[in-house]
């Protein structure tokens, strides 16, 4: 069986992959090793979890990740430069009282977020309201009659 220049079997870093593109251990475990999924299931995720154990395996799955990672994002990056610069195309070139200009102009406005809207909200109440308002909440939370526990411990402090 040979091993590919990082030092993993064709087997491992086929699980490797399998577990980076979303698998469960177990699961990519039986494809990878091609394992029945009649066999027993603990054996399978011990097997697994032995696998992730190993440096070298969560390494290469952590890299996988990562990589696709970084695909996933310039893909997204590509494609939203696509589009903006379709929608700077329709403006530019679009006649002035066509539907598409403007909607372009405010697709466009959208993504660079001139568009959103700002709402301030403002307390007007002086420090001193705030403070009465707080006496009074605290007033409606506490009991009506004392405990005799506390007054105990009280006199228990004081003497």
Not at 40 to 64: F, G, N, P, Y
Not at 88 to 116: M, P, Q, T, Y
Request: charged share 30%.
């Amino acid at each position: 069986m040979g091993k590919t220049r990082d030092g993993l079997t064709a087997k491992q870093l086929h699980f490797c992959r399998c577990v980076a593109a979303g698998m469960g251990q177990a699961e990519a475990y039986r494809e990878s090793h091609s394992v029945t999924a009649t066999g027993k299931s603990a054996t399978h995720r011990e097997a697994a979890s032995r696998l992730m154990a190993r440096a070298d395996i969560r390494a290469r799955v952590d890299a996988l990740v990562r990589q696709r990672e970084r695909s996933v994002l310039a893909s997204a990056l590509s494609d939203r430069e696509r589009v903006l610069s379709k929608l700077r195309h329709w403006l530019d070139h679009a006649e002035s009282g066509d539907s598409n200009r403007i909607r372009s102009a405010e697709l466009l406005g959208k993504s660079v977020g001139l568009f959103k809207d700002v709402v301030e909200t403002t307390d007007s109440r002086s420090s001193e309201e705030l403070l009465a308002e707080l006496d009074a909440m605290l007033e409606q939370t506490e009991p009506d009659q004392p405990n005799d526990s506390d007054d105990q411990a009280e006199a228990t402090i004081m003497h």
